[in-house]
C-alpha cells in the first residue's frame, strides 16, 4: 500500500550542523492496518511524516502510495489522498471560520472554488449527522468560530475533517498529546472508530506505550533514523516495550506515558 524506498534526508547540508536523519531507510505499510510509529525525540517520527505528506523532500529515494510514485506531487497535491491530525488541535482547522464553514472546506479540498460557493446549503443535514457521530454537540454549534471550541473539540473536528473524503492514507502526528488524559483516551477511541468504519490505512505517531498496545495492528520504533524494531501487536506486551525502550537510553518520554 505504502512503500518507502531508499530514502535519504538531510538537514543543513555542506555545513558543520549537518545532520542525516535518514540513509537508505525503508518501509512497507501495509493496506487498511493501523501502525504506531514510536521512539525518541529527534529519530525521525515527524521527518518521515513530512515526507510522506509532502512537507519535506528526500535527496534520494521514493515514495510509492497504491503503487504510484507521488515523488514530484506537492504537498497540497498529496493532500487529495492523505490526510494529516496533528499535535496542536489548531493546525487541522481554521480558528476564525465557523464549523460549517471548515467541514465545508474539508470537503471541498483541492477543489476550486469560490467563497461565495464555499457552503453547499444542501449538503448541511449531512453535516450534522457527520458531527452527530462526534457526541459532542457540534451538529448545534455549525455558526460558531472553531476558536471557541475547546482543544478537544478542535482536534475532533480536525480528525473528521481529515478522514471526511476517507483518504488512502492518514497520519496521526501526536495527535493526543497535547489533552487532558480524558479528552486523549475520547480522541482515542473516535480515532479507532472512524479509520475501522472506513478501513483507513493509519499511521500514528505516539509516546503512549498503552495506545501503541491498544488501538494499532503494528509497532514500530526508530533510532536514529532506523527501524530497530518491528512486531504485531499481540506479539509483544507493555512491558516489554518499555524495557525495549527504555533499553536504547532513550529519554523519558515513553516511560512517563505507561
Known amino acids: 500500500m505504502l512503500k518507502i524506498n531508499n530514502i535519504k534526508k538531510t538537514f543543513n547540508m555542506g555545513t558543520e550542523n549537518e545532520l ?29 511524516f513530512n515526507i510522506i505528506s509532502g512537507v519535506l523532500s528526500q535527496e534520494k529515494g521514493e515514495v510509492i ?9 506537492k504537498e ?35 477543489q476550486k472554488f469560490g467563497l461565495k460557493k464555499l457552503i453547499n446549503r444542501n449538503k448541511i443535514d449531512d453535516f450534522k449527522e457527520i458531527l452527530k457521530t462526534l457526541d459532542l454537540g457540534l451538529e448545534d454549534k455549525l455558526n460558531t468560530e472553531v476558536k471557541f471550541l475547546s482543544g478537544g473539540q478542535r482536534q475532533s473536528l480536525s480528525l473528521l475533517m481529515a478522514t471526511l473524503k476517507k483518504p488512502e492514507l492518514l497520519l496521526l502526528d501526536e495527535h493526543t498529546a497535547a489533552l487532558d ?33 491498544k488501538y494499532s495492528d503494528r509497532i514500530i520504533m526508530l533510532d536514529k533514523g532506523n527501524v530497530v524494531l518491528d512486531v504485531r501487536n499481540g506479539d509483544i506486551t507493555e512491558k516489554e516495550l518499555v524495557s525495549i525502550y527504555n533499553s536504547r537510553n532513550f529519554d523519558s518520554s515513553l516511560r512517563e506515558a505507561v
Do not use: W, Y
Not at 204 to 212: C, E, Y
Open 20 to 48: 542525516i536523519i535518514f540513509d537508505d531507510f525503508n518501509l512497507s505499510i501495509e493496506k487498511g492496518e493501523c501502525t504506531s510509529i514510536l521512539g525518541a525525540n529527534g529519530c525521525g517520527k515527524s521527518t518521515l
Open 65 to 73: 502510495l497504491n503503487g504510484k510514485n507521488i515523488n514530484s506531487l
Open 181 to 213: 488524559p480524558k479528552t486523549s483516551r475520547l480522541i482515542m477511541e473516535k480515532t479507532q472508530e472512524l479509520i475501522k468504519t472506513h478501513s483507513i490505512t493509519t499511521m500514528m505517531i505516539s509516546h503512549n506505550v498503552r495506545d501503541a498496545i
Open 76 to 110: 497540497n497535491e498529496r493532500a487529495q489522498f492523505i490526510g494529516r491530525v496533528h499535535q496542536n488541535p489548531s493546525m487541522g482547522v481554521s480558528p476564525s471560520l465557523t464549523i460549517l464553514e471548515n467541514i465545508s472546506l474539508s470537503e471541498k479540498k483541492c
